[in-house]
């Protein structure tokens, strides 16, 4: 998996992430809010393939790809 | 990156650990270089809010560890005034978990440093912290939240730091507005520069790093992440090292600093802070450093901490050392722990009736 594939989304609840992660399928990860996104220490989503709005729901808050040492913002609800 | 996470956390952790030792010996009560929970009780004490004359002190730790966060938080951008989550359940759970912590006789930070004081009693209440998280974590899963905060006015933010401010003004300039105990925990402090410099520092260490004594337990439940709770473990192994070598280890359940060998409710003390933590989503040293941040939901936690201490004095609820919780408490962190668990399914049940 190269690494401008990764991305990750946030959330506003654990369960959000859980739901997230159900939706997006094989390969999406439960781990901690990388720290130079947020200073909350909630759950996020690591995933690799693309990202659909149809994954996303009201407890979804945004979208990033990986950019170089960057988190790119893709999505935000 | 990771590892370069658990690296920074064990490095705060340490630090934590190292100035609650240098606390100590400086005039700190035993195993108490630092408690959010005894801090925040003795400084309600303080200003008047309630009656127990052995523990009334502003504690300048609390002021450093607000002020420490928001001022790195202004720096690096972490500063983001929000709110509007539950603020009234959040005030009603901040009460709970401080009338735990005074039933178990500290926060989560003081039971690492009462068990790397030999203190047993935190062994057994760390058992009930574990099981407060797991129960905590089964909400989580289940849809629990306490909805999301939007985005607050830089005041709002700005309120709590402010007043933190105020207060440490009024402090050293018109003590005579104070009580200062004269016997007891209250009484034994730091001198106030070296409280507030250690306060600031960890206050920072804690903003940058995230450091929550009750997330990292959580993490390894959820989603099996041990990343968070390497700042606990460093806590836990500097403050051994440096009470191992100031000769202030002392293994057992009786005779320990500020403690009382009462099992049971040394377990439901710390179940009911490990629940309620999980609920306000961290531990109350991190609700500092979030209120810090500018989390007015924090803030409110915190004035729900100092309320439930001011009650939990007022009202006989608080454990005695040695003797523990009068018939007061016993009822009332039972009671309190149905009013947790109801609020949790309640609030869950709605969320997936909702989602």
Redesign the interface.
């Known amino acids: 998996m190269a690494s401008d594939d990764i991305k990750v989304a946030t959330f506003?609840?654990?369960?959000?992430a859980?739901?997230f992660r159900k939706r997006v399928g094989n390969g999406a990860e439960?781990?901690?809010v990388?720290?130079s996104l947020s200073?909350?220490?909630?759950?996020a989503v690591f995933f690799s393939s693309p990202f659909s709005e149809d994954f996303a729901?009201e407890?979804t808050e945004a979208v990033y790809e990986k950019d170089g040492d960057e988190w790119r913002l893709v999505w935000k609800r | 990156?990771k590892h370069e996470?658990k690296v920074k956390l064990a490095i705060a952790g340490g630090l934590i650990g190292l100035a609650a030792v240098v606390l100590t010996a400086f005039g700190n009560p035993g195993n108490m270089g630092f408690c959010i929970a005894c801090f925040l009780r003795d400084t309600a004490g303080a200003m008047h809010l309630h009656n127990a004359a052995i523990v009334q002190y502003v504690r300048p730790e609390i002021i450093g560890i607000v002020l420490g966060s928001f001022a790195l938080?202004v720096i690096r951008k972490?500063f983001?005034p929000r709110g509007g989550s539950s603020p009234v359940l959040r005030f009603v759970i901040g009460f709970i978990v401080m009338l735990g912590a005074l039933v178990f006789l500290g926060c989560p930070l003081r039971m690492v440093l009462r068990l790397a004081g030999g203190d047993l009693n935190a062994l057994v209440a760390l058992f009930g912290f574990i099981a407060g998280i797991g129960v905590g974590c089964i909400f989580?899963?289940?849809?629990?939240?306490l909805?999301?905060a939007e985005k607050e006015s830089s005041t709002e933010g700005v309120a709590f730091p402010a007043l933190t401010v105020l207060l440490f003004i009024l402090f050293m300039a018109v003590p005579s507005l104070f009580l200062f105990s004269e016997t007891g925990p209250g009484s034994m402090h730091a001198p106030v520069a070296l409280a507030l410099l250690a306060g600031l520092a960890v206050g920072a260490a804690a903003?940058r790093?995230?450091l929550?004594m009750a997330?990292g337990i959580r993490?390894i439940f959820?989603?099996k992440?041990f990343?968070?709770i390497s700042g606990f473990i460093a806590i836990f192994a500097v403050t051994l090292i440096g009470n191992l070598i100031t000769g202030s280890f002392h293994l057992g359940f009786t005779g320990q600093p500020v403690s009382h060998p009462m099992h049971l409710w040394n377990f439901l003390g710390m179940f009911a802070v490990g629940l309620g933590s999980v609920m306000l989503?961290?531990c109350p040293l991190?609700q500092l450093i979030l209120a810090g941040?500018g989390s007015s939901d924090s803030a409110m936690a915190v004035f729900g901490m100092i309320a439930g201490a001011a009650f939990a004095h007022n009202f006989s609820l608080a454990s005695t050392a040695e003797k523990g919780p009068g018939v007061n408490g016993k009822v009332a962190l039972v009671a309190a722990i149905v009013i947790l668990l109801a609020i949790a399914t309640i609030v869950t049940m709605k969320?997936r009736r909702e989602?």
């Open positions: 506003v609840s654990h369960y959000g859980m739901m439960l781990k901690p990388p720290r200073s909350s220490c909630g759950t729901d407890n | 990156m996470e938080g972490d983001k989580l899963s289940n849809g629990f939240s909805g999301k903003e790093t995230r929550c997330g993490d959820l989603i992440d990343t968070l989503g961290g991190r941040e969320k989602g």
